[in-house]
């Protein structure tokens, strides 16, 4: 059975960073690819980053491009997603999600969550002045 841990949100002032850590237990993280979304209070969940199984691509949307970066160390099933210059906007719950790409699908990154099959519980960021 797949699960995904979050862990590395908290309390973090305007400018800052922050290092959030996707634990995946129960497969073979190499053959999943990832993605991290969040949620702020009453709005949407939003997509913030995805990585490919093979780790060959990345994307990011606007919010977050030029100042986050998503990684994974297979070898330690984990998935990380870093986050600099960080805003009040940030402020959310921040999810990883887990999908196993249709073959040949090994270099693609998937932006939409209902593209996922498996969801950690989040971990809170705050940005506070």
């Known amino acids: 059975q797949l699960q995904l841990e979050e862990s590395g949100g908290g309390l973090v002032q305007p400018g800052g960073s922050l290092k959030l850590s996707c634990s995946v237990s129960?497969?073979?993280?190499?053959?999943?690819?990832i993605g991290w979304f969040r949620q702020a209070p009453g709005k949407e969940r939003e997509w913030v980053s995805c990585?490919?199984?093979?780790?060959?691509?990345?994307h990011y949307p606007p919010p977050v491009k030029g100042r986050s970066t998503i990684s994974r160390d297979n070898a330690k099933n984990t998935v990380y997603f870093e986050i600099n210059s960080l805003r009040p906007e940030d402020t959310a719950v921040y999810y990883c999600?887990?999908?196993?790409?249709?073959?040949?699908?090994?270099?693609?990154?998937?932006?939409?969550?209902?593209?996922?099959?498996?969801w950690g519980q989040g971990t809170q960021v705050t940005v506070y002045s």
């Open positions: 990585i490919s199984s093979s780790g060959i691509s990345t």
């Open positions: 999600a887990a999908k196993l790409p249709p073959r040949r699908s090994a270099n693609v990154c998937f932006g939409n969550n209902i593209d996922y099959d498996y």
């Open positions: 129960g497969v073979a993280l190499e053959d999943y690819a």
